[in-house]
C-alpha cells in the first residue's frame, strides 16, 4: 500500500506518544481515507506535533511526500509499538518511497529530524493508547 504523507484541520483529536521522556501530540489517521491524505498540504506543524497512521493489520507500509510541503520524519513501528526504522522525508518527492523495514502496525510522523534530535532510534519502545 502507498500512502501519501500528509490532514486536515488541526482540530483533530490528538493523542500522546510517549519515546522515553519525549512526547508527541499526534493526530489519528485510521481509515483509509484519512492514511491516504495524511498531512498533505499543510504549512504549518507544532513543533511536538505530528500524526500517527494505524494500520488495518500489519503490512510493509511505503510512504511518500505527495503534496506534502513540510519536511518530515517517519517511524515505522511494529504490533508491539517498536520501532522498526526512522527515515527523513523531502517536501514534495513524489520520487522516493519511504518503506518499513518489517511489517509495521503504525507510522508516526513529526518534524524533519524529530527523532533524531530526541534520541528516538530503532528499537526503542513507543508508548500510547488509541481511543
Not at 500528509?6 to 483509509?32: C, D, M, Q, W, Y
Amino acid at each position: 500500500m502507498l500512502l501519501s504523507c500528509t490532514t486536515s484541520a488541526s482540530s483533530a483529536k490528538t493523542i500522546p506518544v510517549r519515546f522515553g521522556k519525549n512526547t508527541l501530540s499526534v493526530e489519528i489517521a485510521r481509515n483509509e481515507q484519512e492514511r491516504q491524505h495524511g498531512l498533505m498540504f499543510r504549512r504549518e506543524l507544532g513543533r511536538d506535533a505530528g500524526m500517527i497512521f494505524v494500520f488495518d493489520a500489519p503490512e510493509d507500509a511505503n510512504f511518500w511526500m505527495k503534496n506534502t510541503p513540510l519536511p518530515l520524519s517517519i517511524a515505522f513501528l511494529d504490533s508491539e509499538k517498536v520501532v522498526l526504522n526512522i527515515d527523513e522525508m523531502a517536501p514534495f518527492d513524489e520520487k522516493s518511497f519511504h518503506r518499513s523495514k518489517g511489517k509495521a502496525l503504525y507510522a508516526v510522523e513529526a518534524n524533519a529530524n524529530w527523532f533524531e534530535s530526541h534520541g528516538v532510534k530503532a528499537g526503542d519502545k513507543a508508548e500510547f493508547d488509541l481511543p
